[in-house]
């Protein structure tokens, strides 16, 4: 019901667009949230954004370099990520709730599958 993609390996300072598609019970979610998943580590926060209003949030390791934004369909989720850096690399994850957007993977009960990015120095 949420299908992530666009990942990939890239150079250092290089960009990627992520994209995560919606679908079922996953479209009457008010917000949206990517996080990323690095070997050896938890889970983390990238970004979020809220359907209604589209107010955003980031992770401050991202600020500036990623933008989250919303498809006009309310079926799509995007991540553009400029400048990217080896510690970037990690699996991407989109996540759907109801209600605010919130920086917890806890609080996020529906997740795409991952999209693998890697950024090489």
């Known amino acids: 019901q949420l299908q992530a993609s666009g990942g990939g390996l890239v150079q250092a300072g290089g960009s990627l667009r992520l994209s995560c598609a919606a679908s079922g019970r996953t479209l009457s979610s008010d917000a949206m949230g990517w996080f990323r998943q690095a070997p050896g580590k938890e889970r983390e926060f990238v970004a979020s954004?809220?359907?209604?209003?589209?107010?955003?949030y980031y992770a401050d390791s991202v600020k500036g370099r990623f933008t989250i934004s919303r498809g006009n369909a309310r079926s799509t989720v995007y991540l553009q990520m400029n400048s990217l850096k080896p510690e970037d690399t990690a699996v991407y994850y989109c996540?759907?709730?109801?209600?605010?957007?919130?920086?917890?993977?806890?609080?996020?009960?529906?997740w795409g599958q991952g999209t693998l990015v890697t950024v090489s120095s």
């Open positions: 996540a759907a709730r109801r209600l605010e957007a919130s920086r917890s993977h806890h609080d996020y009960p529906y």
């Open positions: 954004i809220k359907w209604s209003g589209g107010s955003r």
